[in-house]
């Protein structure tokens, strides 16, 4: 977060999507919205919000990836008006987002001083700048194996010279590969969408 904002937001990590899903909807009582313009969405400006809500925001080219959208339990998006751009930059779509679920939801505004709000006190566990509920060594370790795990896919799929849709006439061996190579794509994939997702829990 811009000037230190990143010190009051508590971060969580996850491996994989699925497991974000599992903790929002089990433990937190989430519900899981896509920001996204898709058929179906809904304006945000429109405050469809219904309660406790995570909000997964994508690429600002791309968008949200297959694999985002099908944890999302539903989307909606921000209306444009002026002919300048096709979307949003995350920071700023997430500003705009937040933004309005705090005005639904009736958070309380912070008090100013003078020009300024008063900001709060930063609170929690510091980990490389954020507030971490996962112990410093927790999220070394973490870190450690992902990177072996991205290693050994790395130096798999270079040493692979396999024709997998045609060149072998063993049919094991073939949905062999084939599985380990999309379990490949699907672990690079998760590592990328991590990084990009954004979640708010209330």
């Known amino acids: 977060g811009s000037h230190g904002a990143a010190h009051h937001v508590q971060m969580r990590h996850f ?3 699925p497991d974000v ?12 919205v896509g920001i996204e313009i898709v058929d179906g969405a809904k304006s945000i400006t429109n405050h469809p919000f219904s309660g406790p809500t995570a909000f997964i925001f994508g690429n600002e080219g791309s968008g ?3 694999y985002q959208k099908d944890i999302c339990d539903s989307f909606m998006y921000i209306p444009q008006y002026g002919p300048g751009t096709a ?3 995350v920071t700023v779509a997430a500003s705009i987002t937040f933004h309005n679920f705090a005005v639904w939801a009736g958070y309380q505004e912070r ?17 490389r700048g ?7 060594d ?9 990177s072996s795990e991205r290693e050994a896919n790395s130096e798999w799929l270079q040493a692979s010279d396999f024709d997998l849709f045609g060149g072998s006439d063993d049919t094991d061996i073939k949905n062999m ?5 999309q379990d490949s794509y699907e672990y690079i994939s998760n590592c990328v969408e991590n990084n990009v997702t954004n979640l708010l829990d209330v």
């Open 177 to 181: 590969e084939e599985s380990r190579l």
């Open 15 to 17: 491996n994989k999507l």
């Open 87 to 89: 979307s949003l930059n």
């Open 64 to 66: 949200l990836s297959q």
């Open 138 to 146: 927790e999220l070394r370790l973490q870190r450690q194996q992902m």
């Open 130 to 136: 954020v507030v971490a509920q996962m112990k410093p």
């Open 111 to 127: 008090r100013r001083e003078g020009e300024k709000f008063v900001v709060a006190p930063v609170t929690g566990r510091r980990a």
């Open 21 to 32: 899903r599992d903790f929002l909807k089990t433990e937190r009582g989430c519900e899981i």
